[in-house]
């Protein structure tokens, strides 16, 4: 096959422990998935949950986030990350987690200057969360490495300062049941990842600051912004 021009790259996460890379094809972020964190957006813990998309090139692992034009009011949102080996749609619950590949830990950046004027004009979220680094992320750990992904404590320091403390366990939608809403939605493929969800204490971040986000049995992601 001959291409009008060189494809970029195919984005790619390693996995711990191998050699081997695992492709991207989307990214999937489930919004105000955690009860405190939805009552600090102004949100509803009984509504259904919603998603929005970020590129698969935003995910990122060199540990550094260049601060974005056009926005001087950038937010960290902690996340466990599902990486998926299969999908396909309308996926059962009690069948979701036979589709998942592994776990990582990661960051949903946002430009939440830009997403407030957004929602105020109900416009989409694009150039609020689908940005250049907007996805720091961690190396995938396989599933059979992870003893139990639906607890577990989940937090993030800024500068050694704790900002963000919560527990899986107070996911609103848990992952079998994320992964059921969202294959009704679209078809899921092997490829995908779905960011789960932040707890509370989302916050704005300057240049030089150091984010370090851990989520036991997963690991730890260090991003420098830059």
Same mark, same amino acid.
């Given at each position: 096959?001959?291409?009008?021009?060189?494809?970029?790259?195919?984005?790619?996460?390693?996995?711990?422990?191998?050699?081997?890379?695992?492709?991207?094809?989307?990214?999937?972020?489930?919004?105000?998935?955690?009860?405190?964190?939805?009552?600090?957006?102004?949100?509803?813990?009984?509504?259904?949950?919603?998603?929005?998309?970020?590129?698969?090139?935003?995910?990122?692992?060199?540990?550094?986030?260049?601060?974005?034009?056009?926005?001087?009011?950038?937010?960290?949102?902690?996340?466990?990350?599902?990486?998926?080996? #299969? $999908?396909?749609?309308?996926? =059962? /619950?009690? +069948?979701?987690?036979?589709?998942?590949?592994?776990?990582? &830990? %990661?960051?949903?950046?946002?430009?939440?200057?830009?997403?407030?004027?957004?929602?105020?004009?109900?416009?989409?979220?694009?150039?609020?969360?689908?940005?250049?680094?907007?996805?720091?992320?961690?190396?995938?750990?396989?599933?059979?490495?992870?003893?139990?992904?639906?607890?577990?404590?989940?937090?993030?320091?800024?500068?050694?300062?704790?900002?963000?403390?919560?527990d899986l366990r107070q996911?609103?939608?848990?992952?079998?049941?994320?992964?059921?809403?969202? #294959? $009704?939605?679209?078809?899921? =493929? /092997?490829? +995908?990842?779905?960011?789960?969800?932040?707890?509370?204490? &989302? %916050?704005?971040?300057?240049?030089?600051?150091?984010?370090?986000?851990?989520?036991?049995?997963?690991?730890?992601?260090?991003?420098?912004?830059?």
């Open positions: 096959m001959t291409y009008v021009f060189t494809p970029v790259p195919q984005p790619t996460l390693p996995v711990k422990g191998s050699d081997k890379l695992f492709p991207i094809h989307r990214i999937y972020c489930v919004g105000r998935n955690y009860a405190e964190h939805t009552k600090e957006m102004g949100g509803d813990t009984k509504d259904p949950p919603f998603f929005f998309q970020k590129n698969a090139d935003n995910a990122v692992t060199d540990g550094k986030f260049p601060y974005p034009a056009q926005t001087s009011n950038v937010h960290f949102e902690v996340e466990l990350v599902v990486a998926l080996k #299969s $999908g396909g749609v309308s996926i =059962k /619950a009690a +069948d979701a987690m036979s589709h998942v590949f592994g776990y990582a &830990v %990661g960051i949903d950046m946002t430009r939440r200057d830009l997403q407030d004027v957004a929602k105020k004009m109900s416009r989409p979220w694009e150039v609020a969360k689908a940005f250049e680094a907007s996805a720091p992320c961690t190396a995938l750990v396989p599933a059979p490495h992870v003893e139990n992904p639906g607890k577990g404590a989940i937090w993030l320091d800024v500068n050694g300062q704790r900002k963000q403390t919560g996911m609103i939608w848990d992952i079998p049941h994320q992964i059921e809403f969202l #294959s $009704g939605l679209f078809e899921l =493929k /092997a490829g +995908d990842l779905i960011f789960t969800g932040t707890p509370s204490g &989302v %916050g704005a971040i300057k240049k030089g600051d150091v984010m370090r986000a851990h989520i036991d049995g997963i690991g730890d992601l260090e991003v420098t912004v830059i």
